[in-house]
């Protein structure tokens, strides 16, 4: 029993540590030999390319539908050959994961050393073997002759790695290769020093500047999560997940932070890799199905807004009304592998006001003159900052709608599509009971000639909104098993990513009214037809309810004050959706914020905190430095003889097995692939008076090359 007992927990141990459990279960008993031979062996067999994956998050999950908005969108798992190219895209010190990737049967294009942005009319290599042509294409319905190559067209264009990773996910491609680009990420603070390492230059230096003209690398681009690992992953050729970890030792190397178990929280689903609002759909079967489904978004590139600090916005006055969570700047062109025949235009929600110039919002006609005149009575051009309403607010957008008639169309055959319009026409309004009356009932909808026709979209448009609403719900309630779209699965697709799990009533983006200037008549949006004369200023990264801002806020016949200003009750909230509100960020406003954690200035947060060991699985994450650990730092800095604990005894634990490793392996050629560097780089971090930093980190990231 004793031996047992020391068998399961053993394995429970290195479940904890990320292990899945049957991979645990196979090392405990012996099957799997875990001899550093033998893994190198097994993982030159099964996943032989080694890359590198820089980021700005603590990758839990290798999600390739993770990011749906930007110019990445829908694209995949992007990783680069060069861990000095991944170090410009790592926002966090040491966050450069090393990767062992299967890129057997990737498509592969040749970028022949130009910009990841000006790779001209290229040949794209279907499984890196045969050139990929227009009958070869998914869905494609054009002109050009079937054998012609899809990039060889009659006119010479620039494209960009995205619309390549785009093109393999089309053609249902595990992934992507982009040989010999030139792809340099935005974090010159992280590149500097790794290319400075790898070149031996440094900015100004003679031959510095042709040395980065020159520099290029391969990037890598996974559609199939099942294709990637851990570089220290176990490598169990039986186990067939998803988790990149594999059976692996890199979370307690701190190489990145553990996966999350597959199964969702309580209450917690993920779409995109993210977690979704349940209010989006209370229905479990129906949450399920969100889970599983994936959008594909043609960004226009409005969206890329700059942060603004809250502390530049004080002493301003502000207006605020509510604001849907619909996504702008974008074209909704498929669900799952529906390429939609009417892509849907998604006009927002809170970005409407970064891609229509000389507006700032846009509403009904009463609702804007509103806005106007309250922004009149508090001084020229206030901020404008709409709060977020609750994930069904969207439903009044006829995008919503709009997206379940799309889908429809694309996706049903023609005995379900007439079932659908027939109850379409049919049907006729209930209405809603207000204050004791019943309106909205008796209406039906007018000049419908079927779901295919195109002027079905314009017919959805003019029609009442209780109508539309009550259509959407019998839409999902008879045809979303028939070919058709759930409600759910239509709110999210119109929803904008960063708000699927948002707080209700926080503020987003921050614009500006231009008092001086009149309505505008016509907005262009087909669900708020005027709009607000301003501009879009950018938004903010902080979590900041409007109560917070609004701290003289009242409620109700007692005019009780919120008792949560983070996190208000609906009621509170729909006491605020009646009117424009007003008020000042005052210095006041800014200490609350700040006292509560929220970065007002204007360094970004996650440069200025401190590499700290996580707990138990020893994930390093970055983290503010408390202050009982400032307290121990700085004495041990000021007497670093006597001996002081680690900061993670499980980090020290790993640190001195590796170093153990590397003297057995001193002198064989399993040696030369030992990462040295990088075990340095831990050991300093893990010394309670050192601090590690981004040139330590590279260059022991640099023994993965």
Not at 430 to 446: E, F, H
Request: net charge negative; proline share 6%.
């Amino acid at each position: 029993m004793a031996l047992l007992s020391a068998l399961t927990k053993a394995v429970d141990e290195l479940v904890q540590f990320g292990y899945p459990r049957e991979v645990a279960e196979r090392i405990v008993d012996g099957t799997l030999d875990m001899r550093t031979d033998a893994i190198i062996e097994r993982q030159q067999d099964m996943f032989p390319t080694t890359a590198f994956h820089g980021g700005g998050d603590d990758i839990r999950v290798v999600d390739p539908n993770r990011v749906t908005s930007g110019k990445t969108a829908n694209t995949g798992f992007f990783m680069s050959s060069s861990p000095v190219n991944a170090a410009s895209y790592a926002d966090r010190a040491g966050n450069i994961m090393p990767l062992a990737v299967d890129t057997r049967g990737f498509d592969v294009v040749n970028a022949g050393g130009n910009e990841w942005n000006r790779i001209v009319n290229p040949d794209y290599l279907l499984g890196g073997e045969r050139l990929a042509t227009f009958g070869e294409l998914p869905g494609y319905r054009g002109t050009m002759e079937p054998d012609r190559g899809i990039f060889d067209l009659n006119v010479v264009r620039d494209f960009d790695t995205d619309e390549l990773a785009r093109t393999a996910r089309r053609f249902k491609s595990p992934g992507l290769i982009v040989k010999d680009v030139q792809d340099i990420g935005p974090n010159y603070k992280a590149f500097d020093p790794a290319f400075e390492a790898m070149t031996g230059l440094k900015l100004g230096d003679e031959g510095y500047q042709e040395a980065l003209d020159r520099f290029s690398a391969d990037t890598i681009v996974a559609s199939d999560p099942t294709r990637v690992r851990s570089l220290f992953a176990a490598f169990d050729p039986e186990y067939k997940g998803s988790n990149i970890l594999g059976g692996t030792a890199a979370g307690a190397l701190g190489l990145t932070a553990l996966m999350a178990p597959e199964e969702a929280e309580a209450g917690v689903v993920k779409t995109f890799g993210r977690a979704f609002d349940p209010r989006f759909d209370p229905r479990v079967k129906e949450q399920e199905k969100l889970r599983d489904t994936t959008y594909t978004i043609e960004e226009r590139g409005t969206q890329d807004a700059p942060r603004i600090p809250l502390s530049d916005l004080e002493g301003r006055p502000f207006v605020t009304t509510m604001s849907d969570r619909t996504q702008a700047g974008g074209l909704l062109t498929g669900i799952d592998d529906v390429a939609l025949d009417r892509p849907i235009n998604l006009q927002g929600g809170q970005g409407f006001m970064f891609e229509n110039p000389g507006m700032v919002w846009a509403s009904a006609p009463g609702v804007v003159n509103q806005i106007m005149r309250a922004a009149s009575e508090v001084g020229d051009n206030p901020v404008y900052l709409p709060f977020r309403m609750a994930p069904t607010g969207g439903d009044f957008a006829t995008m919503t709608g709009e997206t379940m008639l799309s889908f429809a169309s694309s996706n049903m055959n023609k005995t379900q599509k007439k079932a659908l319009d027939k109850a379409i026409k049919d049907y006729e309004s209930v209405g809603s009971m207000v204050k004791g009356k019943r309106v909205g009932a008796g209406l039906k909808i007018k000049g419908w000639k079927g779901v295919d026709d195109p002027s079905s979209v314009e017919v959805w448009r003019n029609t009442p909104d209780t109508l539309r609403k009550e259509l959407m719900n019998m839409m999902d309630v008879q045809f979303r098993d028939q070919g058709g779209l759930s409600i759910g699965q239509a709110r999210l697709a119109v929803t904008e990513p960063g708000q699927a799990n948002a707080l209700d009533a926080q503020i987003q983006n921050i614009g500006e009214i231009f008092t001086g200037k009149d309505v505008v008549q016509a907005s262009g949006h087909p669900s708020y037809p005027a709009g607000v004369p301003g501009q879009g200023l950018g938004r903010t990264d902080q979590e900041v309810g409007i109560f917070e801002l609004l701290t003289d806020a009242r409620f109700g016949g007692q005019q009780k004050p919120v008792g949560d200003a983070l996190r208000p009750t609906a009621q509170e909230i729909r006491a605020l959706q009646m009117k424009p509100y007003t008020g000042r960020i005052t210095e006041d406003t800014l200490k609350a914020l700040e006292a509560r954690g929220v970065e007002i200035g204007s360094a970004d947060p996650r440069l200025l905190a401190a590499l700290a060991a996580g707990s138990g699985a020893g994930t390093l994450a970055l983290q503010d430095e408390p202050v009982a650990d400032t307290a121990a730092r700085l004495k041990a800095e000021s007497d670093t003889s006597g001996a002081y604990a680690p900061r993670s005894g499980l980090l020290q634990d790993v640190t001195m097995a590796a170093r153990d490793l590397e003297r057995r392996l001193e002198g064989s050629p399993a040696s030369l692939l030992f990462p040295s560097g990088y075990i340095q780089h831990l050991e300093e971090f893990n010394r309670p008076y050192e601090r590690s930093t981004y040139t330590g980190a590279l260059l022991g990231a640099l023994d993965f090359l």
